[in-house]
């Protein structure tokens, strides 16, 4: 795929990542301070999100001390996620919502915002940067990460299985077949303003960053976590994260 170089103006435009991660969960206990490849999922988001040439301000928004202290380590910002945006029917947009003005409070006033998600352990910085440019440069007013999918999709109803996305009496190749993609939950750029007004991270002009497959694995469960862990002695550029973020928390 081909990716746009940095926009030679910016026009002063401010980007800010925030990594919403609640100190709770229910399928991985402690998840987001669960280590792949001997380092926590959200040193691994920052990390990530640091090494991007666009990002200007990296913030961890969280209720768990655990979580700030290891997001403070790996030199991201962090602000205390009140109790009632902390729960598991909290929406992600309001704790980023929150995240936006509390920055603003400190001076920080995001044109840009990059949410991650520290569940995507393989989040590759030149992607986000790709995604950032789409805003910058007025293609997109949101981008979403996803993985070019081919898949025959069905789904289960009182008369059987029925084909969604396919007719099931004809098998085309895999080349003769249009891709389709499946949102990874990696990462989502999008325009301050237009995601205040819609208060929602859809809206406008929507526009999605093809992510390699590998990069697409994101954790909810104990085996998954498991994968991610032995996948991550294998990825290529990944294994010096750990490196990165020994290197970052100490200047």
């Keep these: ?21 609640r100190a709770g969960s229910r399928g991985v206990p402690d998840k987001n301070v669960q280590t792949v490849g001997g380092v926590p ?4 988001a920052v990390a990530s999100a640091r090494a991007a ?7 961890v928004s969280t209720d768990g001390e655990a979580i700030a202290a290891a997001a403070h380590h790996a030199g991201a910002e962090v602000i205390d996620r009140p109790a009632r945006l902390a729960s598991d029917t909290a929406t992600s947009e309001s704790a980023l919502l929150h995240a936006l003005d509390e920055l603003d409070e400190r001076g920080i006033r995001a044109d840009v915002l990059v949410f991650i ?6 989040i590759a910085p030149e992607d986000l940067d790709f995604a950032i440019t789409r805003i910058l440069t007025d293609e997109s007013d949101v981008v979403l990460s996803a993985a070019e999918s ?12 029925q084909a969604i996305n396919h007719d099931a009496s004809f098998r085309p190749r895999r080349q003769d077949r249009e891709p389709q993609y499946v949102e990874t939950g990696a990462f989502y750029v999008m325009r301050v303003a237009g995601f205040r007004e819609a208060g929602f991270r859809f809206f406008g ?6 992510t390699d497959e590998r990069h697409s694995l994101e954790i909810d469960t104990p085996d998954q976590l498991a994968l991610a862990d032995a996948l991550a002695h294998q990825e290529a550029g990944h294994e010096t994260v750990a490196a990165a973020v020994t290197t970052k928390g100490q200047s």
């Design 1 to 21: 795929m081909h990716r746009p170089s940095e926009p030679s103006e910016r026009a002063g435009q401010t980007v800010v990542a925030v990594i919403p991660a």
């Design 41 to 44: 999922l959200i040193a691994r």
């Design 53 to 59: 040439k666009l990002i200007d301000v990296v913030a």
């Design 117 to 122: 998600q520290a569940t995507s352990p393989f």
């Design 150 to 161: 081919h898949a025959f999709l069905w789904r289960m109803t009182d008369a059987g299985a």
């Design 205 to 210: 002009r929507i526009g999605i960053a093809v």
